[in-house]
């Protein structure tokens, strides 16, 4: 079983529309959970931080469920330059030391149509 | 405004060559890490250090060396390179992590 799985996509939806995308880890000695965003042929950048509480920064909500090892990434009102490969992250264990890894799933692939 | 560069964007090698790549960040972060990225396999950590002339393997290790003598400038080695090493290499720096703009290696 992969540490971290995605569904790869590609999700294909229309411009305003709401996508969520999800994502499971292994490892439940996980602490830090992240949301990286990838344009084609470009390097990932950090979207956002996942908090047990559940955050939101403007059209992006991301939840975190410890009990079932779940990450989830609710993008509203898609715009076109929304389109990107949306990478799941989890560090391997407890933060600090040499378990201080992050491990990336392999993306999930948005394209936002006009 | 946080800053990594890698010194190549495209770079290709022959089979057996010692190759090269170098990665400097501007501000002064302790973590530095390599990462390589294939189609279907995602990012894959390579190495990583912590501080000066300190060094952890990653997962993929194997054909890989890494050289940290000053805190901002943390090199991968390739020390014969061979075509299963054709990929796109990432550096990047802090904690979560910031990524330069990578490497696309080509080995013939």
């Known amino acids: 079983r992969k540490e971290v799985e995605q569904d790869p996509g590609p999700f294909n939806v229309p411009e305003g529309a709401t996508v969520a995308f999800n994502c499971t880890y292994s490892n439940s000695a996980s602490q830090s959970f992240f949301w990286y965003r990838q344009d084609c042929r470009k390097e990932p950048k950090l979207l956002m931080s996942v908090y047990s509480s559940g955050n939101e920064d403007g059209r992006f909500t991301a939840q975190l469920n410890r009990a079932s090892q779940y990450i989830s990434l609710l993008i509203r009102d898609s715009k076109l330059s929304d389109s990107a490969t949306y990478l799941c992250v989890v560090n391997r264990g407890n933060y600090g030391g040499a378990t201080n890894k992050l491990i990336f799933g392999t993306g999930t692939l948005l394209a936002v149509q006009p | 405004d946080v800053k990594v560069t890698q010194s190549s964007r495209y770079l290709v090698k022959r089979t057996g060559e010692k190759v090269f790549l170098e990665c400097v960040q501007d501000?002064?972060?302790?973590?530095m890490f390599w990462y390589r990225q294939d189609p279907g396999l995602g990012l894959r950590l390579i190495y990583f250090?912590?501080?000066?002339?300190?060094?952890e393997k990653g997962d993929i290790p194997e054909g890989y060396s890494v050289s940290r003598e000053k805190k901002e400038r943390f090199s991968l080695i390739l020390e014969s390179a061979s075509t299963n090493q054709t990929s796109m290499y990432l550096c990047?720096?802090?904690?979560?992590?910031?990524f330069g703009p990578g490497t696309r290696l080509t080995v013939l």
């Open positions: 501000m002064d972060h302790e973590n």
């Open positions: 990047a720096s802090r904690w979560p992590q910031y």
């Open positions: 250090s912590y501080d000066v002339k300190m060094k």
